[in-house]
């Protein structure tokens, strides 16, 4: 039978508290699946610290199937490929003889403002947010209504 989290008096499954009017806590021992796993606020954030998690929130079940989720792990899946192609492009530009010592001065830059996008990302998906990046923000918001 479970107890009331704030007062400790016991109450029946799925009441509330009739001293208190809090929710029901199980008691010890018992074994809930309802509220198990991530909120989507911390799993959206969590799809952008790497692919991996994005991959992984895409392929387990009760994950996939929340609109939020998906459309952050869509979005750093394709920010991630945008961001290698970025970094392929001024790889070859630095080895062209003249703009090779101009991305001496571009790659710091360049590095600030994925680092300032990533973040904003990150930030924007814990606050519940579905903050859309230009073109990206498109595509991952059709990929995660279908």
């Not at 609109?67 to 961001?83: G, M, N, T």
């Not at 600030?112 to 859309?132: N, T």
Request: net charge positive; proline share 6%; with cysteine.
């Amino acid at each position: 039978m479970p107890f009331c989290p704030t007062c400790g008096s016991q109450i029946a499954d799925g009441a509330t508290c009739p001293k208190c009017a809090a929710g029901a806590v199980p008691a010890a021992g018992t074994v809930t699946t309802a509220g198990a796993g991530l909120t989507d606020n911390i799993a959206g954030a969590l799809a952008y610290v790497t692919i991996i998690p994005a991959i992984v929130f895409l392929v387990i079940e009760p994950y996939n199937r929340r609109r939020l989720i998906r459309f952050h792990s869509f979005q750093s899946l394709f920010f991630a490929v945008a961001w290698t192609a970025l970094w392929i492009a001024l790889s070859i530009v630095a080895h062209v003889p003249f703009f090779g010592w101009l991305t001496v001065l571009v790659w710091p830059l360049v590095s600030l403002a994925g680092f300032v996008v990533w973040l904003i990302l990150v930030l924007k998906a814990y606050q519940g947010q579905m903050f859309k990046l230009p073109y990206i923000g498109d595509i991952a918001e059709q990929q995660a209504g279908a």
